[in-house]
């Protein structure tokens, strides 16, 4: 009869833990996004309010930059990565980063990951910095914590 209670007292403990485990939270996963979604990245476009929309972004998450490779009616188009606040603001590509040329947004596109928390000025270099200053291809994002992701 002990032997019987102990498989018992086995089998209902077993069935807590698998209780336990089904309401538990899953695991926060990083997500894709296409910067722009179904514009992708082209003159024009509001990013700034696309960054709301889709917002917050986290640690790890990926953005994915697509665009065409010039062409006879397509104009370039690159992703730079801005070092301050200042420089983004006024399109400054002096200590800027090119992190994505002008062929590397065809197909599948340019993935970047998130890997830190801190701000990402991101903006298009072309054109000597036009459609950073006129064409609003601009956004800041500020991942936080993966942590966070189920809060």
């Not at 698998?18 to 514009?39: H, K, Q, Y």
């Not at 960054?51 to 640690?59: L, N």
């Not at 690159?78 to 301050?84: A, E």
């Not at 000597?128 to 189920?150: E, L, N, W, Y």
Request: with cysteine; hydrophobic share 45%.
């Amino acid at each position: 009869m002990a032997g019987m209670a102990t498989s018992s007292a086995a089998v209902v403990a077993a069935a807590a833990v698998v209780a336990l485990l089904a309401l538990a939270p899953a695991a926060s996963t990083a997500e894709r996004f296409v910067v722009g979604d179904a514009a992708r990245w082209t003159w024009g476009y509001n990013y700034t309010d696309w960054v709301i929309k889709k917002g917050p972004f986290f640690q790890n998450d990926t953005l994915v930059f697509m665009y065409d490779p010039p062409n006879a009616t397509v104009h370039a188009h690159s992703v730079y990565m801005m070092r301050n606040l200042a420089d983004y603001q006024s399109c400054n590509l002096k200590a800027a980063k090119l992190v994505a040329g002008i062929t590397q947004g065809a197909g599948s596109g340019f993935e970047f990951v998130l890997t830190k928390r801190k701000k990402h000025y991101f903006v298009c270099g072309e054109r000597g910095g036009i459609h950073c200053t006129m064409g609003q291809m601009k956004f800041i994002v500020k991942p936080k914590s993966s942590a966070c992701r189920d809060d």
